[in-house]
């Protein structure tokens, strides 16, 4: 992949030059399922660098749309509105991103989250997709080694079917 934009400008390399790196695929920019995610990944992102992994998250939302509501992550966030890495991986999209129960409860935990952090500069938003599309995107995980090999991946099932941090740091773990 080779030297990627941030949404803040800055730039990151993919993979890492040095431990392991976690990319995920998410949804659209405030994507309440995305939102309760990641902001769990950012209280525990120390624990996730002193391990040696390093985060990268794609969304298939424009940068600008980002920046309001997942620019304040401790991580690298990168717009993909053309869904070019999201094909180079195969991270697909599809109707059953909404049918699992998981996913409505995973978004009305999202939605009540967003609703306790309003007004805290901290925390990011939640708001409905300008396009309808990205509600069918389906979440995807990859680790890295730092030469570009894909040591573990998983295709979500539907929107709220992502590793959690206890599972990657396990997995990282298990790889050694």
Sequence with gaps: MGELDTVTGQSVSVPAPAGR?????????????????????????????DAGITEVVFFH???????????????????????????????????????SPRSWSAGARGYRAALRHRGDPNYAGVKSSSDGE???GLPADFLIEPDGTIVAVHYGRHADDQWSIDELLDL?????
Excluded: M, W
């Design 21 to 49: 790196t976690h990319l995920q695929f998410r949804r659209f920019a405030g994507c309440p399922i995305c939102s309760l995610h990641l902001h769990r990944f950012a209280d525990r992102h120390q624990q996730l660098t």
């Design 134 to 136: 990205t509600h069918l």
């Design 172 to 176: 990282h773990h298990a790889l050694g």
């Design 61 to 99: 939302s424009p940068a600008g749309e980002l920046r309001g509501y997942q620019a304040l992550l401790p991580f690298a966030v990168i717009a993909d509105p053309n869904r070019v890495y999201y094909r180079q991986f195969g991270v697909e999209k599809g109707l059953r991103a909404l049918i």
